[in-house]
C-alpha cells in the first residue's frame, strides 16, 4: 500500500507561501507603499521576511486606521499560526 501525505505535509513552504501572499494581496491593495517589499517576498519568499513584512505593516498607523483593519489582523494571525504549525 501506498501512504497518502497531504500537500501541507510534503509541500508546507509552498502552502505558506500561497496563503500568505494570497491574504497580503489585498492588504497591499488598501496600502500600496508596501507593493514593492511585497513584490520582493513573491519574487524571493522567505519565512523571514514574510514576518518582516507583517511587522512593519502592523505597526503601520495607516494600516490601524483602515477599514479593513479587524480582517487584516486576522489574515496576520492566521499567518503566523500557520509559520507556528508547519513548525518551519
Known amino acids: 500500500m ?6 501541507i ?3 508546507p ?9 494570497d491574504r497580503l494581496d489585498s492588504v497591499v491593495d488598501d496600502l ?8 520582493e517576498l513573491i519574487a524571493k519568499f522567505s519565512i523571514e521576511a ?3 513584512l ?3 505593516i502592523y505597526r503601520d498607523d495607516e494600516f490601524k486606521c483602515s477599514v479593513y483593519y479587524r480582517t487584516y489582523n486576522n489574515y496576520f494571525d492566521e ?5 507556528h504549525h508547519l513548525n518551519i
Open 32 to 39: 500600496p507603499k508596501y507593493k514593492e517589499k511585497f513584490e
Open 2 to 7: 501506498i501512504a497518502e501525505t497531504s500537500f
Open 50 to 52: 514574510l514576518l518582516e
Open 79 to 83: 499567518i503566523e499560526d500557520l509559520v
Open 9 to 11: 505535509e510534503t509541500h
Open 13 to 21: 513552504i509552498q502552502m505558506l507561501r500561497h496563503e500568505a501572499i
Open 54 to 56: 507583517i511587522n512593519a
